[in-house]
């Protein structure tokens, strides 16, 4: 769950910094991206190269050392984090900044972000009892933000109680476990198709399209991502995923992709066809390749199942949305769609419009619910639409 995660590492001045060394270098094994900040009494403990070297990153101390001209280090490092983590969080910075103050690259920091902040205090017991820090952090918490609880035990001052920075591996546990608990699609099942389908002639020849799957694919990614068990029923494409919570199920025809997916939808909560199938089949296969003779050739084709319409009568609770890709009259095509299909919501795109049609890495495209919302979004990755997607279902979905 911190894989591919932006995460900035704010350090205090405390004996606790050596932990932050092994959190630093935990987190990056684990594919995070990390960045450090340090206040200048935590430099006295760790110097910023260790932080540096275990991160990849460089590693910001003074609010007024701008190293990129073009950005302003405490804005730009505040607006790239996913998350926010202070280990070890002194009583001082704490006080700090539950009071508003920002008077070094971590308070100022800290105040500019909007990402989810972790606190892992790591003082003296009495420190930790005494009631401005007491009250200092129910203010935090009140604001919304989140404590990782300190241990019990040995202190380095030689006291024993309550004060100690919890253990790296309970603190990236305490992140995950977050994280996993506050993804909107957490125990859902989505199941989604992508790419095209393959319809056979003879031995050498066969129908297709030009669906590369990057669309479906961008979205079953996303769909893990936020959370949820991905179905996907993939036509032959050259994309791949090693999302572990996405089951891959390989079909080459119309007929493979429609019985794996009726095969798979009761139980699935959202169902997304994304996939390009063919509308029409070869009515008889050669076993022999076709010999070449003069004159034209004809191939009686026969149509093949509308896999969107019966899903759409089979449907009991789920949510289902299809893609509609259209060269003339996009929307009107669209909507008819929507209701002939009985689906809850679809989304539609101009494929004559440069960068959204197939084997592109970008889409534009406009979303249309049962209940007549339409949301036109603009050009962008398919990446980016599969999570602006999400969002729209999301919402639907707590509208219902």
């Known amino acids: ?27 990056t094994q684990m594919g995070a991206n990390v960045k450090v900040i ?25 609010t007024f050392i701008e190293n990129t001209p073009e950005n302003i280090s405490h804005i730009d490092v505040a607006d790239w984090a996913d998350i926010v983590l202070i280990a070890p969080a002194t009583a001082n910075t704490i006080s700090k900044l539950a009071q508003g103050i920002a008077d070094d690259m971590v308070t100022t920091t800290l105040l500019a972000t909007e990402a989810p902040v972790f606190i892992a205090p790591a003082m003296n017991v009495h420190m930790y009892a005494h009631p401005a820090v007491a009250t200092n952090i129910k203010t935090l918490k009140e604001w919304g933000y989140t404590f990782i609880e300190p241990g019990a035990g040995y202190l380095a001052c030689g006291y024993v109680g309550k004060g100690r920075m919890e253990e790296p591996e309970a603190i990236i546990h305490f992140l995950v476990t977050k994280e996993q ?15 095209p389908t393959v319809e056979q002639i003879d031995p050498v020849r066969f129908f297709s399209n030009r669906s590369s799957g990057k669309m479906g694919y961008a979205i079953a990614e996303v769909a893990a991502n936020l959370g949820a068990t991905v179905t996907l029923v993939s036509g032959p494409v050259h994309e791949k ?3 572990k919570n996405i089951n891959i199920i390989n079909v080459t025809s119309a007929s493979e992709m429609a019985e794996a997916m009726k095969g798979n939808f009761n139980n699935q909560d959202i169902v997304i066809k994304a996939a390009a199938v063919a509308d029409y089949r070869p009515k008889t296969i050669q076993d022999q390749k076709i010999k070449k003779l003069p004159g034209d050739w004809s191939i009686e084709l026969e149509r093949t199942e509308d896999i969107l319409k019966s899903l759409g009568d089979m449907k009991t609770n789920q949510y289902l949305v299809g893609f509609a890709a259209e060269s003339n009259d996009v ?13 809850d919501a679809i989304v539609i795109n101009d494929i004559l419009q440069e960068g959204a049609g197939f084997a592109v890495d970008t ?6 619910n049962k209940a007549g919302k339409s949301e ?7 990446q980016t639409i599969a999570g602006q997607i999400f969002e729209f279902i999301i919402e639907d979905l707590k509208d219902e």
């Open 1 to 27: 769950m911190v894989k591919n995660k932006n995460i900035v590492l704010a350090v205090t001045g405390g004996i606790a910094v050596y932990k932050a060394c092994t959190l630093t270098s935990q987190l």
């Open 38 to 62: 340090m206040t200048e009494s935590a430099t006295k403990f760790v110097s910023p190269l260790t932080f540096q070297a275990l991160s990849r990153n460089e590693v910001f101390i003074d």
């Open 181 to 195: 608990n506050s993804l909107p699609l957490l125990n859902k099942n989505v199941l989604i198709s992508a790419g």
């Open 241 to 243: 995923t090693q999302n």
């Open 331 to 343: 929307i009107e095509n669209g909507a008819k769609k929507l209701k002939k299909k009985n689906l």
């Open 363 to 368: 889409n534009q495209v406009t979303y249309l």
């Open 376 to 382: 036109q979004l603009p050009m962008a990755s398919k």
